[in-house]
């Protein structure tokens, strides 16, 4: 059984940065796409960010150049380095893989950007 849980969530000051965490149980994360995304409050969820098992990355254009997906396969987990957030930014973050023919998702981390 696959599990992913979110974590570094939290408020944070505009121009500001966090780094959320998606440590994953039940595959490697090598060995998989994983993905980053995030749904704003009363919008769809959207991509943000995915880092492939060739570690290339692809980003969403709203926040290329301001953040980085990473992973750390010695602790199995997935990271997303967000730097000079902005209030568009404020939404609920998730990572997620597609593993044997289903997305499985985490539960997710919030993340507020204001002053």
């Known amino acids: 059984q696959v599990k992913l849980v979110e974590s570094g969530g939290g408020l944070v000051q505009p121009g500001g940065s966090l780094r959320l965490s998606c440590a994953a149980s039940?595959?490697?994360?090598?060995?998989?796409?994983m993905k980053w995304y995030r749904q704003p409050p009363e919008k769809e969820r959207e991509l943000v960010a995915m880092?492939?098992?060739?570690?290339?990355?692809t980003y969403a254009s709203s926040v290329k150049g301001r953040f980085t997906i990473s992973r750390d396969n010695a602790k199995n987990t997935v990271y997303l380095q967000m730097d000079s957030l902005k209030p568009d930014d404020t939404a609920a973050y998730y990572c997620?893989?597609?593993?044997?023919?289903?997305?499985?998702w985490g539960q997710g981390t919030q993340v507020i950007v204001s002053s």
């Open positions: 039940g595959l490697t994360v090598n060995a998989y796409n």
């Open positions: 997620s893989v597609f593993w044997r023919g289903t997305n499985v």
């Open positions: 880092l492939t098992t060739s570690a290339t990355t």
